[in-house]
């Protein structure tokens, strides 16, 4: 008979198979699980079928919840000439960028945007391409968006 474990010990066996089937998601973000409630049925349990629990708990949560796909997005702000900024613009369309605000500064026209990271990648070369070297950004990341 296995010795009886402490409610912290069952406890920690327990999110340690929640994390375990976690870690075997892919991708998977932003996602918590948490434990309200242990129960017994079945008499004293060693550390090994608290873990086990907590496991198949996880991925019955996971495969309840619909989980989706997620990709990162990042937050723009690209300076361009005027002479640009239609080239510049339908570019960003293709990358299925979001445009959300344009500044005028003179000669110089400031978009702020948000757009999917793997789109963004080589975009310094073909800005650069648009606009003659005169085009920057900056970019930062801002969270996941469903792809």
Known sequence: MPPLL????????LHAGLRHALLDVEDLV?????????????????????????AAAARSAIAIAG????????????????????????????????IHATVNRGKIQ?????????EMLHYATRLRSMTSGRGSFSMRPIGYRPC
């Open 6 to 13: 402490a409610e912290g010990e069952a406890r920690d066996a």
């Open 30 to 54: 932003q996602a918590r699980l948490g434990v309200t409630q242990i129960a017994g049925s079945c008499g004293p349990q060693d550390a090994r079928a608290y873990w086990d629990a907590g």
């Open 67 to 98: 989980s989706q796909p997620a990709e990162p997005w990042v937050a723009l702000d690209i300076s361009v000439p005027d002479e640009a900024v239609g080239r510049v613009s339908g570019d960003l369309a293709k990358r299925r960028a979001r």
């Open 110 to 118: 400031i978009l702020s945007a948000s757009a999917p990271l793997a």
